[in-house]
């Protein structure tokens, strides 16, 4: 890939793990960096954030290629992955920092996040309002290390294979299905 061409998203849907353990499988995706957006602390750790105290949403960084994924697909699977209809939370992880929100740079963008919200609601996905939350991009702060990749370095914790997992095995039938799967 082109890193000079590249674009990127800053949204969050619920648990950085899940969300997180399915974008790198995509083609056209670059990098994915789990982290903290839209609080007020400065430089955030973990367990600030699960305070639900600094006002972060746990969120996921995609750098993509254009030319090879759009930000509509890209909508799409963030759509697919969580729950929009589910206000600052997604099934049993409860508080702000799990909310569904979409950060935007510029005008454009947030325009394109809202035809993104009103195409998945229209698509009849999820029963309810959507609760997606579309917030001025300020600041990412990348999360600890160890954060970076949990879902593929610890397959087998209890919450990666009880939540995590099948979502990415949800995720692997509809998308490898589209043939949107590196190989």
């Not at 890939?1 to 670059?30: A, H, Q, R, S």
């Not at 639900?52 to 090879?68: C, L, M, Q, R, Y």
């Not at 699977?77 to 979409?102: A, C, K, M």
């Amino acid at each position: 890939m082109d890193k000079e061409n590249l674009e990127y998203i800053t949204f969050g849907g619920g648990c950085f793990w899940c969300v997180e353990g399915c974008f790198p499988m995509l083609k056209g995706v670059y990098e994915v960096i789990s982290g903290y957006s839209g609080g007020q602390t400065i430089n955030p750790s973990y367990k600030e954030v699960c305070t639900g105290e600094t006002s972060h949403a746990e969120v996921v960084k995609i750098a993509f290629d254009p030319s090879v994924i759009s930000y509509d697909q890209i909508m799409d699977v963030f759509f697919f992955l969580h729950d929009p209809t589910q206000l600052n939370r997604q099934g049993n992880d409860i508080g702000t920092q799990y909310r569904s929100v979409i950060f935007y740079e510029t005008p454009q963008e947030k325009e394109k996040a809202e035809a993104a919200i009103r195409t998945s609601e229209d698509s009849g996905r999820w029963n309810g309002k959507y609760e997606t939350e579309l917030a001025k991009f300020e600041k990412f702060y990348p999360a600890e290390q160890y954060h970076q990749g949990y879902y593929g370095e610890n397959p087998d914790q209890p919450y990666c294979s009880a939540v995590v997992g099948p979502k990415v095995a949800k995720f692997k039938k509809r998308y490898g299905d589209l043939g949107m799967l590196k190989d």
